[in-house]
């Protein structure tokens, strides 16, 4: 049966790119179709500064998240990366796999990096080595299939690098994985900026719907959002971006497509309205179980608890492999 492991890290609210390029995909298909796990990715909110308190509160809230969104603990293993070892047991033999200067290459670390540095804080060498660790977390757990947005392709790459590397040198060991992206909606832009991504932890929440926004937050942050200068509604990334991505964004919640929808909007308008329409119906479900699961946390912490043992035991004889055939003596 085709494996797929994916995750969210803990650094901000989740956002309406993290549903339409990742966790929406996970609930409607892939829990149906494989055995999946799907994980807060907690160890990766350290790689740059955090605080404690948050990070443990927004991993909770990941974690209720999902299973608001619907991934059923009854399909699926729903858990916590921090709760199995065996991610950064792995991720060791992985640094031993991998050299500095395919890390060097990752655009996320030149990014972020760049970042620390202009704010006047240290870059945590976490940050250069977090891909080798998600390396782990896939190769760990077997997976054939990393359903991702656009934006983590270089790091599935280089995960399958790793493990055809690591394979050729040792011995077959590792399955190697590929990146599933969702067929619209794969990299959702900021509505302010429609240059960038629309990405949880930037520090303006105007172009950024989070899954947590209530309905007239949401409206009024896609009623404001950034269009161009022109007025005929148009699918062009290039020339008219803003647009251009309220239109996947519609086309994401409707099952539409981009282009179809530009020819039936005839103002920015009307396509803005159609689009916080779709929005606020599409999240609202989410939000409304939300609430009530976070009332009861126990349940939350229960599932969490269940899919950490289960997740455990599945990734350990793999890694166990892993260590023997890199050299390491068995320890019994
Ligand atoms: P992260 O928030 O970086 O942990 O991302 C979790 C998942 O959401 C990953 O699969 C990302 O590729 C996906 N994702 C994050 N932001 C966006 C976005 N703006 N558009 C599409 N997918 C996204
Ligand atoms: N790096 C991913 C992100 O920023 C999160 C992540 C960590 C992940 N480990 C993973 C995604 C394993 C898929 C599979 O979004």
């Not at 302010?192 to 303006?204: A, I, L, V, W």
């Amino acid at each position: 049966m085709t494996r797929i492991f994916s995750g969210l890290k803990p650094t901000g609210h989740l956002t309406l790119g993290n549903y339409l390029g990742a966790l929406r995909r996970w609930v409607e298909v892939d829990q149906h179709r494989a055995e999946a796990l799907f994980c807060v990715v907690d160890l990766h909110a350290l790689t740059v500064e955090h605080d404690p308190a948050r990070v443990r509160r927004l991993s909770r809230q990941a974690a209720t998240l999902m299973l608001a969104a619907g991934l059923d603990p009854e399909r699926c293993t729903v858990f916590v990366q921090s709760h199995v070892d065996e991610h950064a047991r792995l991720s060791y033999l992985l640094e031993c796999t991998a050299t500095d200067g395919e890390l060097r290459r990752m655009i996320q670390y030149k990014e972020k990096g760049t970042r620390a540095r202009e704010a006047g804080e240290g870059v945590r060498l976490s940050l250069l080595t977090y891909p080798v660790l998600m390396a782990a977390d896939i190769l760990a757990h077997g997976a054939d299939e990393v359903p991702v947005g656009e934006d983590q392709t270089q790091h599935v790459e280089l995960t399958r690098d790793l493990a055809v590397r690591f394979n050729q040198r040792y011995g077959q060991t590792f399955t190697v994985p590929r990146a599933t992206r969702p067929q619209v909606a794969a990299r959702v832009m900021d509505l302010q900026d429609p240059g960038s991504k629309m990405g949880k932890s930037h520090e303006s929440g105007a172009g950024i719907v989070y899954l947590l926004d209530e309905a007239d937050q949401v409206r009024k942050k896609i009623m404001r959002a950034v269009t161009d200068s022109g007025r005929e509604v148009r699918y062009d990334r290039e020339s008219s971006p803003g647009v251009a991505n309220l239109l996947e964004i519609l086309a994401a919640c409707t099952g539409g497509n981009p282009g179809e929808l530009a020819a039936v909007h005839q103002s920015y308008g009307s396509l803005k309205r159609d689009t916080a329409d779709a929005v606020v119906e599409l999240l609202r479900p989410v939000r409304e179980r939300h609430a009530e699961l976070a009332k009861d946390s126990g349940y939350v912490e229960e599932v969490l608890s269940a899919g950490a043992e289960r997740a455990r035991a599945a990734a350990r004889p793999r890694v166990d492999a892993a260590y023997a055939a890199i050299g390491l003596l068995p320890g019994r």
